[in-house]
């Protein structure tokens, strides 16, 4: 199947691992210029040079924290400079804190806001206008399991599975509003994806935890096989960059408002 993306544009928020950075390879391959964005330079230059290397695609960078809004003001000028104008955008960047509710921060709680359902809010508030200037365009906001499902321990998401749910819910508001416009915003869903900045972020927040040795193991043996994660496995990130390309495509042209879940089954609800 060909996508028909060549010559057309995208911005990947967190384009520089995990699953945006396979997402921005895959549109890379389908013909279309990318701008990847995150907060660590380097990475996103390893990121580019990856990219163009295997694809020969154009690959712009942009270093942004998307908790921030100054900076976010500095994307549409940002992305119109180097792309010209903007067909798809990702909003991809995102993370989730997982341990006890009673043990959860005001600190956590707001920053599992703000880099989850805030900077989708904000960025598609200052990309949505091109959108509709050019008269068209193609959304896709990443969200999570814990937002549909309650996970077992040790992923207790009090934390950022409301967030999630917030961008599930906030994603089929912006596919009525700009349906008319000829914009379509579509959320995806991954279930467990094997990225390795997840593992080592849970690793830096169970040590945090200051458990013993003991309770640390039980709490790696519940990670690795956990309730949720009956009869299924971990995806890798190609597989859910499948998903969000098709649903940035036109092939997809009617699937609006879509909560696409890729799980694998995970969901035993
Ligand atoms: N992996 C999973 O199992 C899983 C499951 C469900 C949902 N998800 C969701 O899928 C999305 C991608 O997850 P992933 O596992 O692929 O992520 P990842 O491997 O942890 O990569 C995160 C990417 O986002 C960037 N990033 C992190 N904080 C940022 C910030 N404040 N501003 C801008 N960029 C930021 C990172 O680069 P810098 O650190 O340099 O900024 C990196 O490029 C997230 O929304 C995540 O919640 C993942």
């Known amino acids: 199947m060909k996508l028909g993306m060549e010559g057309k544009t995208a911005v990947i928020t967190g384009g520089s691992k995990g699953i ?3 997402t921005a390879r895959l549109l890379a391959e389908e013909g279309a210029a990318v701008l990847i964005c995150a907060r660590r330079q380097s990475a996103l230059e390893e990121a580019r040079a990856d990219i163009a290397k295997t694809t020969g695609a154009r690959v712009e960078t942009f270093s942004l924290d998307v908790t921030d809004l100054s900076q976010i003001a500095q994307l549409p000028r940002v992305a119109k400079e180097r792309l010209g104008r903007i067909d798809m955008l990702v ?25 989850n359902f805030f900077a989708q809010f904000r960025i598609c508030q200052r990309i949505i206008p091109l959108m509709v200037e050019q008269n068209g365009g193609s959304i896709v906001n990443v969200a999570g399991e814990t937002g549909i499902m309650v996970t077992m ?8 599975g409301p967030a999630k749910s917030a961008e599930i819910r906030f994603s089929k508001i912006l596919a009525n509003e700009f349906g008319p416009h000829n914009i379509r915003v579509n959320c995806v869903v991954p279930g467990f994806v094997n990225t390795p900045e997840r593992f080592s972020k849970w690793e830096r927040e169970l040590a945090k935890r200051h458990l013993s040795a003991e309770e640390a193991d039980t709490e790696r043996r519940l990670w690795s096989a956990n309730n949720s994660m009956r009869n299924t496995r971990w995806g890798t990130p190609e597989e859910l960059a499948n998903l969000i390309v098709f649903a940035l495509s036109d092939r997809a042209s009617f699937v609006n408002g879509a909560v696409l879940v890729a799980d694998n089954a995970m969901d035993k609800s």
Do not use: H
């Open 20 to 22: 945006g950075l396979e």
């Open 91 to 115: 909003n991809n960047a995102g993370t989730g804190t997982y341990k006890p509710f009673l043990e959860v921060t005001d600190e956590e709680l707001q920053y599992g806001m703000a880099i």
């Open 153 to 160: 321990p040790p992923f207790l998401s009090s934390c950022t």
